[in-house]
C-alpha cells in the first residue's frame, strides 16, 4: 500500500496523550480504546476514535485492516543502538572495556567495504522492523561507509531514523583512528547529504570521552554550532572504570558530564548512552540542560555495568528512553528489553508498570530525541508508525492471557513472556513494512 492513500485500521489500541514529568500522572495521560478504529491520510493519523462512533464515516471503497484481537501500540523507538555490532551480539565473558578491545573493534573494521556495509545495514533494518521498532538513534563506525549504506537502505524503507558515524581519534587500534581535521571533513560531507533526507537526521557521534581528545570535542561543538538541528549521541558513566579513566583524562573536568558539558556539547538533543553512574551534580546537569539518557538494561546486565536509577529519572526530571544497545544488548526486541528493565527496578525496589514501561519506549522515547512532535502516540497529524502486537502466541501465552482482565495486563505479560514472535505487524509511514505472515517486507 502507499503511504498516500487512505486506509483504516481496526484493533485495541494503546498510547499516551501527552508527555509528563511525573510518574505518577501516567494514569492521567494513557488512553486505551478497546475497539477502535484509526483513519490513516497521506502516511498520517487522521482520526482515532471508537469503532462504533467512526465506523461509518468512511465509504466501502476505502482499504480498511481489521485486526480486532489484536493490541496496536505506537512504533518502539530505540535510543541508543550500534548496527555494526549486530554480528557479534552475544559475544561471550567481558565487560565494556575489554569488550571493546576484543570483540567490537575487530568488527568495526570490516565497515571500510561499502558492500559489506550494505548488507549489514540492510540485515539490520529487517531486525529492526520485525521487532516492532520503527525508529532509531544509531551509531555507524569511524567509516562513512557505514553511514551511507544505513541511511539510504532507511531512507528506501521511509523509516525515520537518525544515525552519524563514530568520530575517534585516540585510545583505540590505529586501524580506527583518525585524525581531528579528518573527522570533521567526513562528518560535514555526511551532514550535507543525508541530515533532513526524508525522514532522516545526523548525529554527531563521538564514541566517548576515552577516545576523543580535547581537540576531536572542538570539532564536535564547531559542527553541532554549524547545524544546530542535529543530534549529539555518545555514551555516559557506563562501567566504574570507564569513569575513572575519564577522571584521569580530564582532570580538569567535575565529572564525566562536565567533559562534554564545558566544551558545549549537552543540549536538548543530545542523548547520552546510560548513564548509571552519576553524581548528583550530573543530574542537576541533565536536567537543566535537557539533555537525555537512553536506558539500556540487556546491555548493562549483560556487561555487569551496573542498574540504571529510575528514581533518579524522575526526581529530577530527566527525559529518558529506552535503549536495547546490540550488540552490548542480548536482543533487538523492545518487549524482552521492557521485561529487563523491570528487573532492573526490582534489584533497586522500584515497581516498572507496564504503563511506564511503554512509555519509555513510545512517547518518553520521542520527547528524548526531541521528535514528540512527529512520532511516539496516535494524535491526529503524526506520523502513521505502529506496532500490532498478536498478545498470545504460544501456549504458555494463551494460558496465562485467559487470567488478564485488562489491557494493563495483556501488556505486562507480554513484556515479561513476549518477544519477536508477538509482531504480527509494523507499519511505518502509513504502510504495512513488515509482517509476521509472509516474514518480508510488503511491496
Known sequence: ????????????????????????????????IEDGVMVIKEGRISRLLPWETGHHLWDDCVEQHDLSGKLIVPGFIDCHIHYPQTEMIGAFGEQLLSWLENYTFPTERQFDCPDYAARIAAFFLEQLLSNGTTSALVFGTVHAASVNALFAEALRRDMRLIAGKVMMDRNAPDYLLETPEQSDQQTRELIERWHRRGRLGYALTPRFAPTSSPALLEKVYALKQAWPDVWIHTHLSENRDEVNWVKTLFPDSQNYLDVYHQRGLTGRRSVFAHGIHLEESEWCCLHKTQSAVAFCPTSNLFLGSGLFDLHS???????????????????????????????????????????????????GAAQALDLDSFIGNFTEGKEADFVVLDPAVSALQKLRLQRCTTVEEQLFML?????????????????????????????
Open 415 to 443: 513484556m515479561t513472556l513476549g518477544d519477536d514472535r508477538n509482531i504480527a505487524q509494523t507499519w511505518v509511514h502509513g504502510r504495512c513494512a513488515w509482517q509476521r505472515s509472509t516474514q518480508e517486507q510488503a511491496a
Open 1 to 32: 500500500m502507499s503511504a498516500h492513500t487512505q486506509c483504516v485500521i481496526r484493533g485495541t489500541f494503546f498510547d499516551f496523550t501527552q508527555t509528563v514529568n511525573d510518574v505518577d500522572a501516567l494514569p492521567g495521560v494513557t488512553r486505551i
Open 313 to 363: 529519572k524522575w526526581r529530577h526530571q530527566v527525559s529518558i528512553g529506552m535503549g536495547t544497545d546490540v550488540g552490548a544488548g542480548t536482543t533487538f526486541n523492545m518487549l524482552q528489553t521492557l521485561g529487563e528493565a523491570y528487573k532492573v527496578g526490582q534489584l533497586q525496589q522500584y515497581r516498572l508498570t507496564a504503563a511506564e514501561a511503554l512509555y519509555h519506549a513510545t512517547l
